[in-house]
């Protein structure tokens, strides 16, 4: 089993900044956090759910364009937290923001940038609402 829970979101003024954590829980032996993709997602209402970022096992990363250049994704194994730091923020940047984590099997398969992986289990969001 593994929970994912998010924090972090909140108000932020455009082009300003926010970094969204993303804890992990595991329980059982047949998943190790660190050898498999995290992915970072972002809804708004009346929109499809977008693949924000990426970040493989080997920290390998890969971004929306909507993000590149302004999103940075990045995990700490050790801690099985998964972070999304968020600069220049936009106001299309709003909404709900998810992590998702893939366990190899069982999920949904979902490619963001050039990587595509199999999210089988998702946090239950933080919301991040921007400002001009």
């Known amino acids: 089993q593994v929970e994912l829970v998010e924090s972090g979101g909140g108000s932020a003024q455009v082009g300003g900044s926010l970094r969204l954590s993303c804890a992990a829980t595991?329980?059982?032996?047949?998943?190790?956090?660190?050898?498999?993709?995290m992915g970072w997602f972002r809804q708004t209402p009346g929109k499809e759910r977008e693949g924000v970022a990426v970040a493989d096992k080997d920290g390998t990363t890969n971004y929306a364009d909507s993000v590149k250049g302004r999103f940075k994704i990045s995990r700490d194994n050790a801690k099985k937290t998964l972070y999304l730091e968020m600069n220049s923020l936009k106001p299309e940047d709003a909404g709900m923001y998810f992590c998702?984590?893939?366990?190899?099997?069982?999920?949904?398969?979902?490619?963001?940038?050039?990587?595509?992986?199999?999210?089988?289990?998702w946090g239950q969001g933080t919301r991040v609402t921007v400002s001009s």
């Open positions: 998702a984590a893939d366990r190899g099997y069982g999920g949904e398969y979902i490619t963001i940038g050039r990587r595509r992986c199999q999210y089988s289990n």
């Open positions: 595991v329980s059982g032996s047949y998943y190790t956090y660190s050898s498999h993709c």
